[in-house]
Each structure stands twice: as structure tokens, then as C-alpha cells.
Nanobody
């Protein structure tokens, strides 16, 4: 069994910064990719950042503001969020794609709330 545990969410003013962490634990052979998604009330879950084999991927609406990093030895991913806007308010979920034999399995964290408000 694999668990992803996020931390670092909270309340921040517009223009502020937050750093999210995601730690994977359990029976891990190889983590193929890690990423962060978010879901605001009434909206679909969307990708905000991912990192696969060292290559980072961001949608346009966070480029230049968000940065993902990964510590492979610790099975941990981080999301540095700068210049936060009210529209960044959402529950942020950590995602990991693990290789298990010949299969790739998706795992999700429980989510952490990020609220950007004055």
C-alpha cells in the first residue's frame, strides 16, 4: 500500500507565497512521475505542475509563478507557489504514478486547502 501525505496549505494574502510538500510512503519500487492538481468548488480537477524524469510541466496559468521539485531519495515532491491570486484558491492534491511490475498505478493524496484572500 502506498500513501501520499500533503502538507503546507493554508491562508495567504494575494501576492503571497506558499510551499506545499508531498511525501510518499509504503511499498514503493519506482515513482515514475509526481505532480500537483487542484480542484476549486464547482470546477474540475486540473493539473498545476508535474515532474517526470526531471522534466517539469506547467499549464500557462501558473507558468512563472509555480515551481515543482522532487527529492527522489526521499520520495517527496514540493510545489513552490509565488504571486498567488484569489483564483488559485482550491484544494491541492498530490499525485504520483508508480511503476509496479509492468503496470503504472496512480495514487492521490487527501488534499490540502489553499486559500488566497485579503
Amino acid at each position: 500500500q502506498v500513501q501520499l501525505v500533503e502538507s503546507g496549505g493554508g491562508l495567504v494574502q494575494p501576492g503571497g507565497s506558499l510551499n506545499l510538500s508531498c511525501a510518499a510512503s509504503g511499498s514503493i519500487f519506482h515513482i515514475y512521475s509526481m505532480g500537483w492538481y487542484r480542484q476549486a468548488p464547482g470546477k474540475q480537477r486540473e493539473l498545476v505542475a508535474s515532474i517526470t524524469n526531471g522534466k517539469e510541466n506547467y499549464p500557462d496559468f501558473v507558468k512563472g509563478r509555480f515551481s515543482i521539485s522532487r527529492n527522489n531519495a526521499m520520495n517527496t515532491a514540493y510545489l513552490q507557489m509565488n504571486s498567488l491570486k484569489s483564483e488559485d484558491t482550491a484544494v491541492y492534491y498530490c499525485h504520483a504514478e508508480l511503476q509496479e511490475g509492468r503496470r503504472y498505478i496512480d495514487y492521490w493524496g487527501q488534499g490540502t486547502q489553499v486559500t488566497v484572500s485579503a
